[in-house]
């Protein structure tokens, strides 16, 4: 059975990962290692993890204009999260992936998720986003239905 949640797209493409999510705010400024890709504010919850591959969701960026250098230098050294999803995105986050499309020319989709739906991504599900559908696909096993 296969699950889809509907979203606006933001920066467009397409990924597959693993979800990462947190309920709190990131900054790629000075909460993104770019040399080793892990969160490094000691006060989030994702403390010590990487967004290296992962979709990572959040509900909203916060900071700097310079986190977007950050997710360039994490693209540049292969650490970048593959898509990031939000509730809410504000311009600054999504400068990063438009820039890296630039540069790089590769491809870190953004798509933003109502509240409702953004609470259905769980850390650890198998997703696809596909932010020119403006849909995030994942499928759903017998466990996850009890």
Known sequence: MEKILKGSPVVSGRAFGVVLKSDLSISFW???????????????????????????????????????????????????????????????LATGPIVIKHFYGQQIPVMTLSAQDFERLETGQRVIVDAVAGEIRFKIDKKSLS
């Open 30 to 92: 000075g909460g993104v290692d770019p040399r080793t890709g892990c969160i490094v504010d000691p006060r989030h919850d994702l403390f010590g993890r990487s967004v290296a591959g992962r979709v990572l969701a959040f509900p909203v960026g916060k900071g700097s204009s310079t986190g977007s250098l950050i997710l360039l230098e994490l693209t540049r050294v292969e650490l970048a999260p593959a898509a990031i999803v939000t509730i809410h995105c504000e311009p600054i």
